[in-house]
C-alpha cells in the first residue's frame, strides 16, 4: 500500500479520517470524554465542507424528535417531522445532522435512530444529508448506555483525543490553527473511480478471509465498530476516499478499523503486503503485472479505473492491449470485469469528455460491446 499521505500525529490523523468519512457519504461517531473539543470539530468540519449544520442533543429529545409527529394530511395520516428538521432536509446533501450525546438518549430514541443513521428518515420525510454524532463513554455519560450492536453497525468508530502538545498549541495560537491540512474535496469522477478500485481491494481480501465478513461482537466490542456486509462496504468507500484525496497509511486504519473494527487491521496488512504497482507503471510496463489470480485482477481493476479517471487516449489503447494479453494467456475471466468497465466507459463517457476510439482487441470481448454494427464505420 502506497502511503500518500504527509506524516501526521494521531489527533490530525483523526481529524483526517472525519474528514474522510465526510467525503464517502459516511455516518460517523466520535468517541471521547466531555470537554475535548468534538462538537467544535463538527462545526469546523460543516464550515469547511460548506455544509448546513443541525445540532441536536439526543439527551434532550424524545422518539418524536426522530420519527416524526402524526398529523392528518387531507384525509390521511402522515408522520411529519419537528420544524428543527425542515432546514436540513431542505439542505439536501449540503446538510449535516449532529447527534451529539448519543449515549445519553432515552431508550425510546434509540429504535427511532436506526432509520435516521442508515435509511435516512426522519419520519416518513427522507433527507440526503449526513447524518454524525458525538458520545462519551458510558461511564462518563449523563445516564449513560452502550450503544446496541444495530446502531453501532450504522456508524464509522472514531476515537477523540486531543494530545497535550496540541492542546498547548490551540492555547497559544488559537484552535483553528491545531487542525491539520485538509485536502481538496476530490472530484466525483476520481472519487468514483478509486472507490471503485478500493471495492475490488476489500473483496479480493475477503475472498481470502471469508471468516472476517460478518461476525456479530459480544460484550463490550457490542458498542463499537464490527464487521457486517454493511461495515465493509464502509470500509471500501472509506477506502476509495482516502485514496482519492492521498492520505496515509495511518489515517486509513483509522477509518477501516473504525468501520469494522479490529478485523480491518487484516485488510490494512493486506494493503502493505500486497503493494501493488500502479496503473501508470503497469500500463508503461505490463511485465510488471502480477502473477497472483488475486493480484492481478486488484490491478486490472485499478488500471480501468485509472483509465476512466484520467480518460486519456494514449492510457486507453495501452489498456485494451494489457488486457488483450491476459486474455489470451488463458486468464480471460479475470481481464473481464476490467474490460466491462471500460466498455462502459466507452458508451457512456466522461461528462464533458470526448469518445474513444474502437479498441482493436474488441473482438476479444465482442460480447461487452454487442453487435460490432454498433461501431458504425469507426470499425
Not at 459480544?218 to 465493509?232: C, I, K, L, N, V
Request: hydrophobic share 45%; net charge negative; aromatic share 10%.
Amino acid at each position: 500500500m502506497r502511503d500518500g499521505g504527509e506524516e501526521v500525529n494521531k489527533f490530525e490523523a483523526t481529524a483526517l479520517a472525519a474528514y474522510a468519512a465526510c467525503v464517502a457519504d459516511l455516518p460517523f461517531i466520535l468517541w471521547g470524554p466531555p470537554g475535548t473539543g468534538k462538537t467544535k470539530f463538527v462545526e469546523t468540519l460543516a464550515r469547511l465542507l460548506g455544509r448546513k449544520l443541525v445540532t441536536i442533543v439526543a439527551a434532550t429529545r424524545d422518539r418524536t424528535d426522530f420519527g416524526g409527529w402524526p398529523v392528518v394530511v387531507d384525509g390521511e395520516v402522515a408522520v411529519k417531522p419537528f420544524p428543527w428538521a425542515k432546514e436540513f432536509v431542505e439542505a439536501g446533501k449540503k446538510g449535516m445532522l449532529f447527534i451529539d450525546e448519543l449515549t445519553s438518549s432515552p431508550p425510546d430514541i434509540r429504535p427511532v435512530l436506526l432509520r435516521v443513521l442508515n435509511e435516512r428518515f426522519i419520519g416518513d420525510t427522507p433527507f440526503q444529508g449526513l447524518p454524525v454524532a458525538a458520545a462519551n463513554p458510558e461511564d462518563q455519560a449523563v445516564t449513560g448506555f452502550r450503544l446496541d450492536p444495530p446502531i453501532a453497525n450504522r456508524l464509522v468508530h472514531l476515537d477523540w483525543a486531543m494530545e497535550t502538545h496540541v492542546w498547548a498549541r490551540g492555547m497559544r495560537e488559537g484552535w483553528d490553527r491545531i487542525y491539520p491540512r485538509f485536502p481538496a474535496e476530490p472530484a466525483p469522477e476520481v472519487l468514483e473511480a478509486e472507490t471503485a478500485r478500493a471495492r475490488a481491494l476489500v473483496a479480493a481480501y475477503l475472498e481470502r478471509n471469508p471468516g472476517n465478513l460478518n461476525r456479530v461482537p459480544e460484550g463490550e466490542e457490542s458498542g463499537r465498530a464490527w464487521p457486517s456486509y454493511r461495515t465493509w462496504d464502509y470500509a471500501a468507500r472509506f477506502l476509495g476516499a482516502a485514496m482519492a484525496m492521498g492520505l496515509g497509511e495511518e489515517v486509513i486504519a483509522l477509518g477501516v478499523t473504525g468501520a469494522v473494527g479490529k478485523d480491518g487491521y487484516g485488510l490494512v496488512q493486506f494493503l502493505r503486503e500486497n503493494d501493488l504497482p500502479a496503473p501508470e507503471e503497469v500500463l508503461e510496463n505490463p511485465g510488471k503485472l502480477p502473477k497472483r489470480e488475486d493480484a492481478l485482477f486488484v490491478v486490472l481493476s485499478s488500471v480501468a479505473s485509472y483509465v476512466v479517471r484520467t480518460w486519456d487516449p494514449k492510457a486507453w489503447k495501452a489498456a485494451w492491449r494489457l488486457l488483450a494479453e491476459v486474455a489470451k494467456r488463458g486468464q480471460k475471466d479475470i481481464a473481464f470485469s476490467a474490460a466491462r468497465t471500460l466498455a462502459r466507459a466507452f458508451f457512456d463517457p466522461p461528462k464533458g469528455k470526448k469518445e474513444m476510439p474502437v479498441p482493436e482487441e474488441v473482438d476479444l470481448f465482442a460480447e461487452l460491446f454487442g453487435a460490432l454494427e454498433r461501431f458504425g464505420t469507426g470499425r
